[in-house]
């Protein structure tokens, strides 16, 4: 291995770009001119190093397929990310969140990079140097003057083969959840937490729901509304230096600075079979400026860990039924 030749150039100091911007945004003293949780670091800081990947690779083959500017370009990105793992600066979940962007932008990166070249290769260098300025021109624009914060709700359904009253007596107290009733999913593939047990200090509007996950996470769920059979709602109490730094990654901590649920609840219905319709609904908030791309994260970790939820209560109330109804002990 030459690292004087132009492909390890390109990987090396892409890497570097990325680590130092890691490094110097997340400083306190830095917050009023970058940031991590940023568009400028999300979006543009792959674009960069894509694009100084492809710009020094060209050097020694300046006709370049799309194809392979595009897989070529995401070479540093793997080794950036890598090193974000290695060295505890990022954990699994907000690696796995950030792959699919920094792959995509990195790509868009070496294109801009593979066409300068190939349509004006005299002024790329000068080119180059604009663009890796960029995201730090942008950054204290983003972070002193956009605020794009939003608020949504998740809302999933499942049907029970069981009555209302059977449901609602699996939705307060939830006993220990044995690692078989829950299916793995993405969720948990990439270290998000699952639930262990949840537990009621009483009944009615103003009792307190202690949920306990894996890796020592537990919060609080005030009811907030009680009506047997029909809902229970309740509303988060997270307090995010009681969570584990370990157990979630701390720029989407539960209750931290750019995301949480806010309030959410059980609804049960019952159709003309005799059935329960039961719903479960977050409403949650997103204090980042992804827009799009973060709506789609929020959502899918928020519908897995409902879906997730739905199939223990409807597991669980149709086993009650049938013992029940059998005359078997629940």
């Given at each position: 291995?030459?690292?004087?030749?132009?492909?390890?150039?390109?990987?090396?100091?892409?890497?570097?770009?990325?680590?130092?911007?890691?490094?110097?945004?997340?400083?306190?003293?830095?917050?009023?001119?970058?940031?991590?949780?940023?568009?400028?670091?999300?979006?543009?800081?792959?674009?960069?190093?894509?694009?100084?990947?492809?710009?020094?690779?060209?050097?020694?083959?300046?006709?370049?397929?799309?194809?392979?500017?595009?897989?070529?370009?995401?070479?540093?990105?793997?080794?950036?990310?890598?090193?974000?793992?290695v060295t505890l600066l990022e954990g699994s979940i907000c690696v796995a969140m950030a792959l699919p962007a920094f792959m995509f932008f990195s790509s868009l990166g070496?294109?801009?990079?593979?066409?300068?070249?190939?349509?004006?290769?005299?002024?790329?260098?000068?080119?180059?140097?604009?663009?890796?300025?960029?995201?730090?021109?942008?950054?204290?624009?983003?972070?002193?003057?956009?605020?794009?914060?939003?608020?949504?709700?998740?809302?999933?359904?499942?049907?029970?083969?069981?009555?209302?009253?059977?449901?609602?007596?699996?939705?307060?107290?939830?006993?220990?959840?044995?690692?078989?009733?829950?299916?793995?999913?993405?969720?948990?593939?990439?270290?998000?937490?699952?639930?262990?047990?949840?537990?009621?200090?009483?009944?009615?509007?103003?009792?307190?729901?202690?949920?306990?996950?894996?890796?020592?996470?537990?919060?609080?769920?005030?009811?907030?509304?009680?009506?047997?059979?029909?809902?229970?709602?309740?509303?988060?109490?997270?307090?995010?230096?009681?969570?584990?730094?370990?157990?979630?990654?701390?720029?989407?901590?539960?209750?931290?600075?750019?995301?949480?649920?806010?309030?959410?609840?059980?609804?049960?219905?019952?159709?003309?079979?005799?059935?329960?319709?039961?719903?479960?609904?977050?409403?949650?908030?997103?204090?980042?400026?992804?827009?799009?791309?973060?709506?789609?994260?929020?959502?899918?970790?928020?519908?897995?860990?409902?879906?997730?939820?739905?199939?223990?209560?409807?597991?669980?109330?149709?086993?009650?039924?049938?013992?029940?109804?059998?005359?078997?002990?629940?």
């Open positions: 291995m030459n690292p004087k030749h132009p492909k390890y150039i390109g990987i090396i100091l892409g890497v570097l770009y990325g680590l130092s911007l890691r490094w110097l945004w997340e400083v306190e003293a830095l917050r009023d001119v970058g940031g991590l949780v940023t568009v400028s670091f999300m979006f543009f800081v792959p674009f960069v190093i894509g694009f100084i990947r492809i710009h020094f690779e060209c050097k020694v083959r300046p006709s370049l397929s799309v194809g392979s500017m595009i897989t070529i370009s995401w070479q540093p990105i793997f080794f950036f990310l890598l090193a974000t793992v070496g294109i801009a990079a593979g066409y300068i070249n190939r349509y004006i290769a005299s002024k790329r260098n000068a080119t180059l140097m604009s663009v890796v300025i960029l995201p730090i021109l942008i950054a204290p624009i983003e972070v002193n003057f956009l605020n794009l914060t939003k608020t949504y709700t998740v809302e999933n359904s499942i049907t029970i083969y069981a009555s209302p009253r059977m449901v609602w007596k699996q939705l307060g107290e939830v006993e220990l959840i044995q690692p078989d009733e829950l299916d793995i999913t993405l969720t948990s593939l990439i270290g998000v937490p699952r639930p262990i047990k949840a537990s009621m200090s009483s009944d009615g509007v103003g009792s307190v729901r202690t949920s306990e996950w894996e890796k020592g996470v537990i919060f609080r769920e005030v009811i907030t509304s009680w009506e047997p059979n029909k809902r229970m709602t309740y509303s988060f109490d997270i307090d995010p230096e009681t969570i584990p730094d370990h157990a979630l990654d701390k720029h989407v901590k539960l209750g931290g600075e750019y995301f949480s649920p806010l309030n959410g609840g059980y609804y049960l219905s019952e159709d003309s079979a005799g059935n329960t319709v039961l719903t479960l609904k977050t409403r949650l908030i997103d204090n980042t400026n992804f827009g799009v791309y973060s709506r789609i994260w929020g959502e899918l970790i928020f519908r897995d860990f409902h879906n997730s939820l739905l199939r223990l209560m409807k597991s669980r109330s149709e086993k009650f039924t049938h013992n029940k109804s059998s005359g078997a002990p629940s």
